[in-house]
């Protein structure tokens, strides 16, 4: 299990950290097609899979590929598959304090502010909080709360009532 604690310092690096990762959200990704109701987003993508997205809420990543992430919140990351490489590091933290782990397991992070990156065949990332990540490969992510999403061709916001975006190759 892998705690974090906030320092004074941590929210003013974590705010201009996702300022950049939100400019990044809005430069684009793949096709999209797009199905469902009103109450439930559902998209399709199509070819490598790539999604941008950014906000607060609750976020649930299923998926094989690589996931860059800023968040602030309670993280859990789950490594299904045993292959994993999961790269964390605090806001604030700098370089000596980045962790890169590896293998079949479970981490925690409960009020965590920083960049999580996961690679691996098949993982998942929950998140309560705020997240802004870029998805690239096959899965589905589930978003609840408030925010935009964005692929190459198309866009959309994610609300209180929910939004499934399926990554597909």
């Known amino acids: 299990m892998v705690s974090r604690q ?3 310092d941590m929210s003013k690096r974590l705010a201009l950290m996702l300022g950049v990762v939100v400019a990044v959200v809005l430069g684009g990704a793949v096709a999209l097609a797009q199905t469902g109701s009103a109450t439930d987003t559902e998209a399709h ?3 490598t899979g790539f999604l941008h997205a950014s906000g607060s809420g609750s976020v649930s990543i299923e998926m094989g590929g690589i996931l ?3 968040l602030e919140g309670d993280v859990t990351i789950v490594d299904l598959a045993g292959d994993a490489r999961v790269h964390i590091a605090s806001a604030g933290t700098g370089p000596a304090g980045a962790e890169e782990l590896r293998g ?3 981490y925690q992070l409960d009020g965590f502010q920083g960049v999580v990156r996961v690679a691996g ?3 998942t990332v929950e998140v309560d909080g705020f997240a802004a990540f870029k998805a690239r490969g096959t899965g589905t992510a589930y978003l609840t709360g408030e925010g935009v999403w964005k692929t ?3 866009w959309g916001f994610w609300t209180g009532e929910g939004s ?3 990554l597909t190759a």
């Open 6 to 8: 906030k320092g004074k």
């Open 68 to 70: 860059r992430s800023a």
């Open 104 to 106: 079949d397991a479970t």
């Open 121 to 123: 065949s098949d993982f």
């Open 152 to 154: 190459r061709n198309n």
């Open 164 to 166: 499934r975006l399926s």
């Open 45 to 47: 993508l199509r070819g």
